[in-house]
C-alpha cells in the first residue's frame, strides 16, 4: 500500500482529521480500554500524571484506577505482572517509561513472554504490549535516546513494531492490543509531536508485517522505519530536485517484516540504502541487507548501502552529529548511484 492508498482507503470508509502521533497513541489506548473490558494500561506515572510524554492523559480520570493504574519504579515487576495477568486472560498493555529501562524486565520479556505459546504447546498465550518511548532526537543523552530494537528482534516468540505516522500509530497499537502474541510497541519520542497526518474517525487496524510505500521510484529503494522517517522524505527530495528517483519504503514493522515489499522494490530500482539510527554493529537492519543480497543479488547494480548510528554511546548534545540526518543520507546514495 503507498502513502497515497492509505490515505485514499483511511478517507474513504469514513471522515478524518489530522492529529499528531502521541494523540493518534492516547486515541487507540482509550479506544481499546472502552472497547475491551479485559484491556488494562499500568507503568511509572501513566495514572494521574498521564506518563512522562502525556500519552495517557486523562485515561485514569475515564476508566478508574483499576483499569489505568500507576506502579513501583521497577520494570521487572512491571513485566512480570503483565505476563501473569495476559497468562490469565486479560490484555495488559505495560509502559515503560524509556526503552533504556527494559534492560531489568528483559528476562521476562524473553524467557517468559515470548516463550510461553512454545513451551505450552499453545495451551497459554501471552496477549500483551510493551509501550516504551525510544530514540534520539531530544537531548536525552544516553539513558534516555537509545534504540535497543535489535534486542528484541532477535527473540523468537515477539512481534516488534515501530510507527512513524500517526495513522500507523494508532493502527499498530490498536492490532497490538486485539492479537495473541506479546508486541513491543517502539515509539519514537521525537516524532511525538512533530509528526502529524490524517486519521479515520471510525475503528481500523494496520495489520503488523506489512510495510509501506510512501512515495515510488525507479532509481534507488530507500528504506528505513520509526524516528528516521522524515529524513528519508528529505533525502528523496534532495535527490529528486537532481533528477533521481527515489522510492521510500517504511518498514514499520520488523518482526515480522515485509520482505516481499522490500525484494519487490529492491528488484525493481536495482540499489539499496537502509536507514536506522541503532548502532551499526548488530543493527537490524543487517538482517535487511543480508536478506537482498542473498534473494536479489541478480537485480542489483551495487552493494546494499546503510546508514546508522554509531557505534558509541548516545551523546548528550551532539544528536545531530549521532542521528542518521539528510546529507548523510543522501551521500550513501549518491554512492550508490555512482558505483
Given amino acids: 500500500m503507498t502513502a497515497t492508498q492509505e490515505r485514499a482507503g483511511a478517507s474513504g470508509a469514513g471522515e478524518t482529521r489530522t492529529i499528531n502521533l502521541i494523540q493518534a497513541i492516547t486515541e487507540a489506548l482509550?479506544?481499546?480500554?472502552?472497547?475491551?473490558?479485559?484491556?488494562?494500561?499500568?507503568?511509572?506515572?501513566?495514572?494521574?500524571?498521564?506518563?512522562?510524554?502525556?500519552?495517557?492523559?486523562?485515561l485514569q480520570a475515564t476508566f478508574g484506577k483499576h483499569r489505568v493504574f500507576d506502579t513501583p519504579l521497577s520494570e521487572a515487576s512491571i513485566v512480570g505482572a503483565a505476563v501473569g495477568m495476559a497468562v490469565?486472560?486479560?490484555r495488559p498493555v505495560a509502559e515503560i517509561q524509556f526503552a533504556d529501562y527494559m534492560g531489568p524486565g528483559f528476562d521476562q520479556i524473553i524467557s517468559q513472554a515470548a516463550k510461553i505459546r512454545y513451551r505450552s504447546a499453545g495451551q497459554f498465550t501471552a496477549p500483551m504490549v510493551i509501550r516504551t518511548p525510544s530514540g534520539g532526537g531530544v537531548k536525552g543523552g544516553h539513558h534516555h535516546s537509545q534504540s535497543p530494537e535489535a534486542y528484541y528482534t532477535h527473540t523468537p516468540g515477539l512481534k516488534v513494531v515501530m510507527p512513524s505516522t500517526p495513522y500507523d500509530a494508532?493502527?499498530?497499537l490498536k492490532a497490538a492490543i486485539r492479537g495473541e502474541d506479546p508486541v513491543i510497541y517502539?515509539?519514537?519520542?521525537?516524532?511525538?509531536?512533530?509528526?502529524?497526518?490524517?486519521?479515520?474517525?471510525?475503528?481500523?487496524?494496520?495489520?503488523?508485517?506489512?510495510?509501506?510505500?510512501?512515495?515510488?521510484?525507479?532509481?534507488?529503494?530507500?528504506i528505513g522505519y520509526g524516528g528516521v522517517m522524515p529524513d528519508l522524505e528529505k533525502a528523496a527530495d534532495a535527490l529528486g530536485a537532481e533528477g533521481v528517483s527515489v522510492e521510500v519504503i517504511d518498514l514499520r514493522s520488523l518482526v515480522p517484516w515485509d520482505?516481499?515489499?522490500?525484494?519487490?522494490?529492491?528488484?525493481?530500482?536495482?540499489?539499496?540504502?537502509?536507514?536506522s539510527e541503532a548502532p551499526r554493529i548488530g543493527n537490524f537492519m543487517g538482517e535487511v541487507a543480508y536478506t537482498i543480497q542473498a534473494e536479489a543479488f541478480d537485480f542489483l547494480t551495487a552493494p546494499v548501502g546503510q546508514v546508522a548510528g554509531f557505534d558509541t554511546p548516545y551523546p548528550y548534545v551532539q544528536d545531530k552529529v549521532y542521528l542518521p540526518g539528510p546529507n548523510r543520507i543522501v551521500r550513501a546514495c549518491v554512492q550508490a548511484l555512482n558505483y
Avoid: C, N, W
Avoid at 520482505?259 to 536507514?275: E, F, H, N
Fill in 30 to 58: 482509550h479506544e481499546e480500554l472502552e472497547r475491551d473490558e479485559r484491556v488494562v494500561l499500568f507503568g511509572e506515572d501513566v495514572g494521574a500524571r498521564g506518563g512522562v510524554f502525556m500519552a495517557t492523559a486523562g
Fill in 88 to 90: 490469565r486472560g486479560l
Fill in 170 to 172: 494508532k493502527g499498530l
Fill in 186 to 222: 517502539f515509539e519514537p519520542k521525537r516524532l511525538y509531536r512533530a509528526s502529524k497526518g490524517e486519521v479515520p474517525t471510525h475503528d481500523f487496524t494496520v495489520k503488523i508485517g506489512e510495510a509501506a510505500v510512501r512515495r515510488e521510484g525507479s532509481d534507488l529503494s530507500l
Fill in 259 to 275: 520482505k516481499d515489499r522490500v525484494l519487490t522494490s529492491v528488484q525493481k530500482t536495482g540499489r539499496a540504502v537502509l536507514v
